[in-house]
Structures are given as C-alpha cells and as structure tokens.
C-alpha cells in the first residue's frame, strides 16, 4: 500500500507547538491514523528496565477493549517480545518479521496465537530514541487483508513518531531543582497511572473528588505538566512513583 509518503506539514507543526503529552499523542496517533493504522500504542521505556516492563505506562488507541485489559492487567505485556526484538534491533519491523526473527519461548508462542484470536496481526513496531536514555516503541496496526505501507511510507511515519517522542521528551524532561510529591500525591497519581479516573480515586482512598481534583492541580504544578498522562510518564521516568 502507498498511502503517501511525504510528509504532513499540519501534523508537524501540531507536534512542535504542543503544550501537553496528549496533544502530542493525538496528533502521532493522527498522522498512524492517516497513513492506514487503525490501531496506535505508544510504550515509554523505564529507564534500564525496557518497554514491556511491569510498570510501563501505556497509551493505546484502536484495540479491543478486552486485549487492552489483558494487555496492561493480566501480564501479557511482560510476555510480549515484539517491544524488546525491535528495540534492540533500532528499526522499523512489521510485527511477522520481528517475530520471525528469533526463536521464541513456549510463553511467547501462546501469547502469539492469542492475538491472533483478537485479529493483531498486521502492523508494524517503531523504536523511537530519546535524550538520556528516554526511548519509546510505538506499535502501529492495520486492518486484517490490507496491505503494508511501503518502505518510504515507513520512514515517513518513522520521523513523524521520532519528532512527536523528543516534544514528549521535552515536555517531560526533569527540572534542575530536585522534584518531590507527597505521600498522598504519590497515591492518588499511583492511581491515576493504574487508569483510575478521579471518581475512582476518591473511592479507593476514601476522600472527596474534589479533594482527588485539588491533588492533581499540585501535581500538575509541581511536575510542570497539563495532563495526566504526562504527569504519570514523568513521575515515572523521575522514580516518583512505581505502577
């Protein structure tokens, strides 16, 4: 498939004047999106740990509800090999050669097989690099009997991921003074990185939502963040907090 392999000035421009991780993850899901993908996750990597570690946060568009509940609560992000194959190999690679290109475990072979019960078979993996070690892989589906995007397409879409994960590297990098958040803070952005929503998070620790909501404004202020996602990747990567 060429779906157009130049590249989307709006879409470019949305990724270097984005205030917010949000901002930034719809406009790359966006520019996936316009290429063909109709399924886009973007995995930043815990530093030294890798990007299908336990703890890793994940934004996902496009899968089925009950994969992504497997995916992020039931272990088979630990098990997935794709991440952790195209990352050490530093390219683009559709999901069947990164699979094919090594000889998986017994774990890996069923985990295989049941995404392809989901019909997750056709996409390609992205590894994206960062300043001080700050990487990502962002995995790109596409409907089943359609073709792949050809190889100029790719790298198209390489650079376009490339530029929106160094803004999100920017708007999450560390401040010179040493950060800290209180032990409820930490709590409730704990929380809020499990994919709790506000309303949850009063439930769990027995407080009001509008005492959920003033926590988040101080932690917003404190990270230099204006969204949830990208309070929770930079607390993360500033071991503020462990999912």
């Known amino acids: 498939m060429n779906s157009g392999a130049s590249f989307d000035v709006d879409t470019l421009n949305r990724l270097f004047d984005a205030e917010s991780v949000a901002s930034v993850l ?5 520019c996936c999106f316009a290429k063909g993908g109709d399924k886009f996750s973007y995995h ?7 990007v299908s ?3 890793a946060d994940v934004y996902s568009v496009g899968y089925p509800e009950e994969w992504v509940k497997l995916y992020l609560k039931n272990g088979r992000m630990q098990v997935d090999p794709g991440p952790d194959i195209i990352m050490r190999t530093g390219k683009p690679m559709t999901w069947h050669d990164a699979l094919s290109s090594r000889k998986l475990t017994k774990a890996e072979i069923e985990y295989v097989k049941e995404t392809r019960d989901f019909g997750l078979t056709s996409g390609y993996g992205f590894p994206l690099w960062g300043p001080n070690g700050n990487n990502a892989f962002v995995a790109v589906g596409f409907p089943l009997n359609q073709p792949l995007p050809d190889s100029a397409t790719v790298l198209a879409l390489h650079i376009m991921l490339m530029t929106g994960h160094q803004r999100i590297c920017e708007l999450t990098k560390a401040p010179a003074e040493i950060l800290t958040l209180s032990d409820r803070e930490r709590e409730v ?4 990185g499990r994919g709790k929503s ?21 932690i917003y202020t404190k990270l230099s963040c204006h969204d949830r996602i990208g309070a929770v990747i930079k607390a993360l990567r500033l071991g503020l907090i462990r999912i």
């Open 26 to 30: 719809d406009a790359m899901c966006h």
């Open 44 to 50: 930043p990597e815990i530093m030294f740990r890798g």
């Open 53 to 55: 570690t336990a703890g």
């Open 189 to 192: 952005l704990t929380w809020v």
């Open 198 to 218: 506000n309303t949850d998070v009063a439930t769990i620790l027995a407080i009001s939502t509008d005492t959920v909501a003033t926590y988040m404004r101080r």
